[in-house]
């Protein structure tokens, strides 16, 4: 059985209210970070956790903290960044509706490392029910004093509010959060300046992802060292993973890094193989945004070693034969699903919520949207694939946040990788139109093509 | 006094000292010449403005004398600031130059080549733009969004056909008149500019949207489809103005003024912004006292007809009666000014 961190008591009643949560040894580290602890301790512990940003990015987190810059007489803010909106991926929202009081404990240790008197959670506008519960759970901790004035006696003051997003996209990258937090329109800002040097109303801010945040807690309570044990080489801790597609049984895992992906896949533990008895096609292992990568590319690295959950082991080649762990948000697609019908719907996300800022972005994903929905409906032309391929090398790299990326590689792994079923989609547009899409065009759905 | 810092950049192989905090693009700007990266939403009249249309991109392939690592995608560089040492490319790489023919592409995709009958032509950025980087067909096959145009006030005409959404008048609106009332709804490729719901533009500084608009999707209801610029002539004039600093470009047409603007530097940008009675209202010449013709690029179409020296082309030279014809023309010229 796998260590868990974060999701230990997932399964106790009532964990979501404080009582519980407490009765489970919850606020420990609060306990001991502000009345053992300086705040440079705190981050210390951080760094020696080797813990990577949960949102996306992977930055490490202690590294992310010590670049806050600390004027005289200016505030600082922590922000979690709880807007969520990556398709495939859920599981934030499942560790703020199941245990609240996790990410909580987490603020409130982040905050006093950073120094932040006040902290919001920004979380998107459509999940009403995980902001509902959000503030009653603050609502519980500051009866109980761990909120406001003087918590626990330290001399700390901490207040958190909870902030509805506008429900776009864009507003979960730090700097439109930052933009939208302010009232104003979730339009990125141009870096620099980075969020550490001027980030909410200009003051020095932390932006991090909720299960970042929430990981903060037993890195206190067990130790930067101990947590470092888990997981293998700079992949350290555990992570959440919610897995979605064609499996036999989807949902939020918590895994130790360094899983092979085979094992997360087919183990009863984890996601118990493919649904339907059917075989696996491509996996989405990040969340929308990353790479698809085809069976035998996702089962193993292009040395032929296992394919493991760690940032470095997805990433293994690059964008030719690697993909990213992104958000956690692990797609399967069994040999039925269509490819190009999938990255069409990949792109017309991105195309929707794209905030228009930029030229490359606002008109090249809607022009990639276009070229897909013409493939996928039958009237395609072999050109097009060169012409999307093309669209999204022109919008990769040119953006002024990484929206843009995030809607190129998709369509850039997909051609990469599933060309033949495109050049079928364009040469069989009848059976396309009718979806029938099967295996009859593969001489072997799972030998992908890989230039 | 403490010696002026002033940090060295190197832009296609051409040096310059700037002072710190110089952005890229503006220290192209002093060097000069076909160095200087385009800029469609930039104005460095406007604070925060620039970034946007990703026309300005360009590669640094030496990061500072300290960090000579190049930077590893293309950057904004009327965002980017210049480090010592640096070193750019612009127009020597072909990596900028293909971002830059991929912009003008994406650009295009919603605005029409409809300069033949657009007001802005001759004026036009994005006109130059794509002659210098545009392709001479377009891979884009769908439709077009189109719109209706709206009045917005008595005096301005927003085209939303041919917005390429820089947002410069956003940052006019918000910048330097006294109270907003447009903006940008929507997004992505849905985004346009509106006024509040039924809103107009009226006040002192709103006819500065038209000035700072590269395209042709804000324009002078009072001048709308009067001439062409190229018929026109511009000449610098100023007046008392209460208001504002009343340095303005009047553009005659024969004895009269028919358009008045602000005068803009060799980038194309207002070297100040006017008030609207100076813009709408004052276009008697007796309003004014003239200064000198505007200098304008012989590069620009607003040239012809313009003749200050005479100067005639390679054709006619070995003509005499063609020549004699020139000679008549400049003299007619010389007699407008």
Known sequence: MARKLLLTHIDVPGIHTFEVYRQKGGYRAVEKALKTMSPDDVVEEVKKSGLRGRGGAGFPTGMKWSFLAKPEGVPRYLVCNGDESEP???????????????LLEGMIVSSYALGAKTSYIYVRGEMMPQIRILEKAIEEAKVAGFLGKNILGTGYDLE????????????????????????????????????????????????????????????????????????????????????????????????????????????????????????LKAVVAGGSSVPILPTNLILKTINGNNRLMTYE??????????????????????????????????????????????????????????????????????????????????????????????????????????????????????????????????????????? | MAEEVKLKVTIDGISVEVAPGTTILNAARQIGGDIVPPAMCYYSKLEGSGGKCRTCLVKVSKGSEKDPRPMPKLVAS?????????????????????????????????????????????????????????SAQTRYEFERRTFERIDIGDKIQLHMNRCILC?????????????????????????????????????DFSGNVIDVCPVGALTDKTFRFKNRVWFTKPVDAHRDCPTCSGKVTLWYKG????????????????????????????KET???KLEEPTPISDQSVISSNHYTHFNPPAVIENNPVLQEQNLEQLARTEKLK
Request: glycine fraction near 10%.
């Open chain 1, 88 to 102: 495939g991926t859920f599981k934030d929202r499942f560790l703020m509706t199941h245990i609240p009081h996790a």
């Open chain 1, 160 to 279: 958190i509010y909870v902030q509805p997003g506008g429900g776009a996209y864009i507003c979960g990258e730090e700097t439109a959060l930052l933009e939208s937090l302010e009232g104003k329109r979730g339009n990125p800002r141009i870096k620099p300046p980075f969020p550490a040097i001027a980030g909410l109303y200009g003051c020095p801010t932390v932006v991090n992802n909720v299960e970042s945040i929430a990981a903060t807690v037993p890195i206190i309570n067990d130790g930067g060292e101990e947590y470092a044990k888990i997981g293998i080489e700079r992949s350290t801790g555990t992570k959440l993973i919610s897995a979605g597609g064609n499996l036999v049984r989807p949902g939020v895992y918590e895994i130790e890094l360094g899983l092979p992906v085979e094992e997360f896949i087919y183990s009863d533990e984890y996601c118990g193989g493919i649904a339907n008895g059917k075989r």
């Open chain 1, 313 to 451: 082991s997805l990433a293994d080649g690059g964008f030719q034969t690697g993909t990213s762990m992104g958000s956690g948000g692990f797609i399967a697609f069994d040999e039925d699903q269509c490819i190009v019908r999938n990255t069409w719907n990949f792109t017309r996300f991105y195309h929707h919520e794209s905030c228009g800022q930029c030229s490359p972005c606002r008109e090249g994903t809607g022009w990639m949207e276009k070229v897909l929905h013409k493939i996928e409906m039958g009237h395609g032309d072999l050109s097009d694939i060169e012409l999307l391929w093309d669209i999204q090398r022109r919008i990769e790299g040119n953006t002024i946040c990484p929206l843009g990326d995030a809607a190129a590689w998709p369509v850039a792994a997909a051609i990469r990788h599933f060309r033949d079923e495109f050049e079928w989609h364009i040469n069989h547009p009848q059976d396309a139109l009718t979806h029938n899409f099967g295996l009859a065009h593969y001489a072997d759905p799972l030998t992908p093509i890989v230039s």
């Open chain 2, 78 to 134: 009327c965002r980017t600031t210049v480090m010592d040492g640096m070193e750019v490319e612009n127009i020597t790489s072909p990596d900028v130059v293909d971002a830059r023919k991929a912009v003008v592409e994406m650009l295009l995709i919603n605005h029409p080549l409809d300069c033949p009958v657009c007001d802005q032509a001759g004026e036009c950025k994005l006109q130059d733009l794509g002659f210098e980087h545009g």
């Open chain 2, 167 to 203: 947002y410069r008048c956003v940052f006019v609106a918000d910048q330097i008149t006294d109270k907003r009332t447009h903006g940008i709804i929507g997004r992505g490729d849905h985004a346009e500019i509106s006024t509040y719901i039924q809103n107009v533009v009226e006040n």
């Open chain 2, 255 to 282: 004895k009269d003024a028919i358009r008045v603007t602000a005068r803009k530097d060799e980038f194309g940008e207002v070297e100040e912004f006017i008030c609207n009675t100076c813009r709408f209202d004052k």
């Open chain 2, 286 to 288: 007796s309003d004014w």
